[in-house]
């Protein structure tokens, strides 16, 4: 059994200093909710064992402040596959982790994080700036998460400002 949080970056800046898209930082409302996300993970014990992440400016932020907040010690590594990702590269990111992680954190965009909840459990899911989803998955090895096809099952998706369940 493998566990798949999968992580949107908080709410952006509506432009970069340089124009790019890829360097737009965080707003003020995104780092926010960045900390408060990282205090869910503490709160749930839900630390991953490795995180993977975009190295677009707004996903590194989102990271630190993530990984600061729930005192994370797990190694990050920055993918630049996750920048406009499509389903078929998430899942290529995702099948590289080593086996001996039992929880990947993986911290990207949309559409890709939401056609990747959609594939792997079958269900739809609103997937907005900060938003935490967890994914458990019925396998050994992350290489065979593309075999997963709509029979993960979908724990929980928590926007922002949302009140925790379980």
Known sequence: MKTLLLLR?????????TGRDFDRPLADEGRADARLVGQLIRQRALAP???????????????????EAAQLSAPTRFDARIF????????????????????LLLVGHNPGLAELILRLTGASASVSPGTL??????????????????????????????????
């Open 9 to 17: 970056h908080a709410r952006p800046a509506p432009s970069s200093p």
């Open 49 to 67: 064992d490795v995180v993977v992440c975009s190295p677009a400016a707004r996903a590194r932020e989102t990271v630190a402040l993530v990984a």
């Open 84 to 103: 406009d990702a499509t389903v078929e590269l998430l899942l290529e990111v995702i099948s590289e982790v080593e086996d001996g992680a039992g929880v």
């Open 133 to 166: 989803a967890r994914v458990e998955l019925d396998i050994a090895e992350w290489s065979d998460v593309s075999d997963v096809e709509g029979t993960g099952q979908l724990a929980f998706v928590l926007a922002p400002g949302a009140t925790p369940e379980d």
